[in-house]
T-cell receptor, first 114, second 115 residues
Framework: AQSVTQPDIHITVSEGASLELRCNYSYGATPYLFWYVQSPGQGLQLLLKYFSGDTLVQGIKGFEAEFKRSQSSFNLRKPSVHWSDAAEYFCAVGLMEYGNKLVFGAGTILRVKS | EAGVVQSPRYKIIEKKQPVAFWCNPISGHNTLYWYRQNLGQGPELLIRYENEEAVDDSQLPKDRFSAERLKGVDSTLKIQPAELGDSAVYLC?????????????FGPGTRLTVL
């Protein structure tokens, strides 16, 4: 069955430090992959997406993600974290053969310490 | 441009009571989604509308949940009767079409607590 795994429930990083959030997916076909961010009291906002082509994709707010087919991974990175990046981050896979349905991971809560 | 609007933002009810959530999508967006987000989980799709037609309601518990999108604009999701396990955040999202390369824009959600 199609699934998305985010192994880390919580991550704490210091402001200015680099960040990597892990995402692994289980899907037989070519995946459409997404990262969303959810701040408290806010809706989910799309950070970036991968459909095809260059496996390193750039997103908003200085985020990037790298698709690695051999590892079934789509990890999110940021070179220098700001306090405003504290939020919950969700990885998702889009299933074309299921009406383009999005399947989300359970999320990773990012805490930023000053 | 206004985003996706949802109301109420919070709702507390006793079990077995009915409850309804309202969503107004971004103007011009044909596709509307309702998701349920349980505590500590990612959103799960309940139903997708293309204009006024429900085209994917396979995850909607039809014994107690119902939804409508009259005139293909705003939408209402109803639960009757509510159960303790329905406590969750109910998210509405919209996109221009259902294509994956069309971004889904999410509302802030309605947090439902069933006592």
């Amino acid at each position: 069955a199609q699934s998305v795994t985010q192994p880390d429930i919580h991550i704490t990083v210091s402001e200015g430090a680099s960040l990597e959030l892990r995402c692994n997916y289980s899907y037989g076909a070519t995946p459409y992959l997404f990262w969303y961010v959810q701040s408290p009291g806010q809706g989910l906002q799309l950070l970036l997406k991968y459909f095809s082509g260059d496996t390193l994709v750039q997103g908003i707010k200085g985020f990037e993600a790298e698709f690695k087919r051999s590892q079934s991974s789509f990890n999110l990175r940021k070179p220098s974290v700001h306090w405003s990046d504290a939020a919950e981050y969700f990885c998702a896979v889009g299933l074309m053969e299921y009406g383009n349905k999005l399947v989300f991971g359970a999320g990773t809560i990012l805490r930023v310490k000053s | 441009e206004a985003g996706v609007v949802q109301s109420p933002r919070y709702k507390i009810i006793e079990k077995k009571q009915p409850v309804a959530f309202w969503c107004n999508p971004i103007s011009g967006h044909n596709t509307l989604y309702w998701y349920r987000q349980n505590l500590g989980q990612g959103p799960e799709l309940l139903i997708r509308y293309e204009n006024e037609e429900a085209v994917d309601d396979s995850q909607l518990p039809k014994d107690r949940f119902s939804a409508e999108r009259l005139k293909g604009v705003d939408s209402t999701l109803k639960i009757q009767p509510a159960e303790l396990g329905d406590s969750a955040v109910y998210l509405c999202a919209s996109s221009p079409t259902y294509r994956l390369d069309n971004e889904q824009f999410f509302g802030p959600g309605t947090r439902l607590t069933v006592l």
